[in-house]
């Protein structure tokens, strides 16, 4: 019988929800979470946010979960970052945040992103503005380019946002316009891009 690794990614995360649920492990999926819990987009990991409380537990969570075998745990400040087999099939990338950060200024903490968490299927995720941000954060801050599968939906959804204000105090003003610029397509990429030394 050839191997389905939807059916054990299905199987895997309905029981990691759960046991999430008995163990009050606070979390939301950051983004590129649509196809799941039926498909892993593009085969890549799952981004979690997790509240303080929950961000310790998770190593001692995840130990406790029947079929599933902690191959790489990985912790620092900003992310735990987990491989992990699931009934010695299924491997699963899952990195866990207390928080979003840049060079240790946390721009979101997780008690903000799941203020405006909402329900997906059978998970919270965050509000357009977060998945936004991170989005374009993920790539623009820590990585020097724009991934542009993004665009589609960081550019309307950035392009008018007054929550964006939020962030002049870490980012600074001109970046924050520069940002809101870019995402209202008044300047370009590259514009954008030189734009990061100064961040």
Do not use: C
């Amino acid at each position: 019988m050839k191997y389905n690794r939807n059916i054990y990614l299905k199987d895997f995360l309905i029981k990691l929800f759960d046991l999430f649920n008995t163990k009050a492990i606070e979390f939301l999926i950051l983004r590129n979470y649509e196809s799941l819990p039926d498909e892993l987009r593009d085969g890549g990991d799952i981004d979690f946010i997790l509240s303080s409380s929950s961000y310790g537990r998770i190593y001692g969570v995840l130990s406790d979960m029947d079929g599933l075998d902690i191959l790489i745990s990985s912790r620092r400040t900003v992310v735990h970052e987990f491989v992990v087999m699931y009934e010695g099939i299924l491997y699963v990338k899952l990195d866990f945040h207390p928080f979003e950060d840049w060079h240790g200024a946390i721009y979101f903490e997780s008690s903000e992103i799941f203020s405006g968490a909402t329900k997906y299927k059978m998970f919270p995720v965050p509000s357009a503005f977060h998945q936004a941000i991170t989005m374009l954060f993920a790539s623009y801050l820590y990585g020097g380019f724009i991934k542009q599968k993004y665009m589609d939906f960081v550019k309307p959804t950035l392009a008018n946002s007054k929550e964006l204000d939020n962030l002049v105090p870490i980012f600074g003003e001109k970046n924050i316009d520069a940002i809101r610029d870019f995402a209202k397509q008044d300047i370009s990429e590259k514009k954008l891009l030189s734009r990061r030394k100064s961040i």
